[in-house]
C-alpha cells in the first residue's frame, strides 16, 4: 500500500522560509508526485508538481519564483522548498502521486498525505 508522509510545516513570519518534505513508502512504481494546498472554506488548489526523473517541473503562477520542488529518489522523498512566504501561503500542505502524467487537478493523483499546516504570520 501507497503511504505519503508530510512533514516540515509550521508558524513563520513573511518573508520566512520553510521546507517541506514527502517520504513516499510502499511502492516500486515511478510515480509523478505534487503539492497541493487548501486554506480553511477553499478548495484544494495545486502548488507545484514534478515528474519521476525530476526532468520536468510545474508550479502555479501564485508560487513561480518563490517556490521549488525536487525530489531524491533514493530516498523516496519529495521537498518543497518555500521562500519569500507570504500570509495567503497559509494553508494545509498535503503531497500528492500519481502514475497518470503530472497535471493541476486533484483528480489526475492517485494517493494523497495526510497534509502538513504552513501558518504565515504578517
Known amino acids: 500500500q501507497v503511504q505519503l508522509v508530510e512533514s516540515g510545516g509550521g508558524l513563520v513570519q513573511a518573508g520566512g522560509s520553510l521546507r517541506l518534505s514527502c517520504v513516499v513508502s510502499?511502492?516500486?512504481?515511478?510515480?509523478?508526485m505534487g503539492w497541493f494546498r487548501q486554506a480553511p472554506g477553499k478548495e484544494r488548489e495545486f502548488v507545484a508538481a514534478i515528474t519521476w526523473s525530476g526532468g520536468a517541473t510545474s508550479y502555479a503562477d501564485s508560487v513561480k519564483g518563490r517556490f521549488t520542488i525536487s525530489r531524491d529518489n533514493v530516498k523516496n522523498t519529495v521537498y518543497l522548498q518555500m521562500n519569500s512566504l507570504k500570509p495567503e501561503d497559509t494553508a494545509v500542505y498535503y503531497c500528492?502521486?500519481?502514475?497518470?502524467?503530472?497535471?493541476?487537478?486533484?483528480?489526475?493523483?492517485?494517493?494523497w498525505g495526510q497534509g502538513t499546516q504552513v501558518t504565515v504570520s504578517s
Open positions: 500528492a502521486a500519481t502514475n497518470r502524467g503530472i497535471g493541476v487537478l486533484t483528480s489526475q493523483y492517485n494517493y
Open positions: 510502499g511502492t516500486a512504481s515511478r510515480y509523478g
